[in-house]
């Protein structure tokens, strides 16, 4: 049987690496092989693209250019990674993966709808999450554990920018939880680590595990 493939989005520091992490742990101990993956990343040709992208050096060729590496790394992630795992049976849990897109790209940096759509056709066709969590967490909260996680190390191209950009960028995720309420859920991220775990955990038993459970 195919695997399911879940996916974390969401602001600077809200939690996904945690969760998904912690996610991973969970199903692990259930016997569920799952692979926990990123993006930009999650694969050796991705990683490289990771690597131009997030140090800044695209920035000036426009937003538009930096759609087409995310495109480009999200390509190679699909095909080396997330598709033979799934086709495996295995699951997947990505930290990031389409929705930021429509919204660092589409909702902040202005790129038409229309050609996000179409890389989006190519690069991930079929392989749609099954679920996708966004962790919500108000700007300062995510900027502050962002940075307490970073130390003294230097801030990267995205988490450089304003509060109103971070604020943006929250209700960019929220705007897309509302138009496709069947695959995003949204979780307060606020909360202790605990609790946010466990709400992840109920509604993965109730969407997926239970699906699997109750069919004949
Ligand atoms: N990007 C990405 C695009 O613009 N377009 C795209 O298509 C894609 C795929 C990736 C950047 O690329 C952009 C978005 C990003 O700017 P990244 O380095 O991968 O950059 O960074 P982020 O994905 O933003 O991840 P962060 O590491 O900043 O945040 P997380 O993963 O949300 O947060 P996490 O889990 O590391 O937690 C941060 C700290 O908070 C603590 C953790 O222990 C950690 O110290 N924490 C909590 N503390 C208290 N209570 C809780 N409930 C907590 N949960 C976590």
New binding site residues.
Partial sequence: MRGKFITFE?G????????ASMLAQRLKALDIDCVLT???GGSTGAEIVRHI??SGIAKPLGAETETIL?AAARDDHVRMTIEPALAAGKWVIS???ID??RV??GALGKVDMKLIRSLERVTVGATMPDLTFV?DVPTIVGLA??K??RGSGAA????SESTEYHDDLRRGFLVLAEREPKRIVVID?R???DV?AEKIWDTVESRLLGAETAAP
Avoid: N, W
Wanted: aromatic share 12%.
């Fill in positions: 969401g600077e520091g809200s939690g996904k690496s945690t969760h990123r993006e930009p992208i997030l995310f930290d990031r993966f930021s897109t660092y790209q962790l554990r962002a307490s996680r990267d191209r995205f988490e991220g909360a202790p680590r946010v």
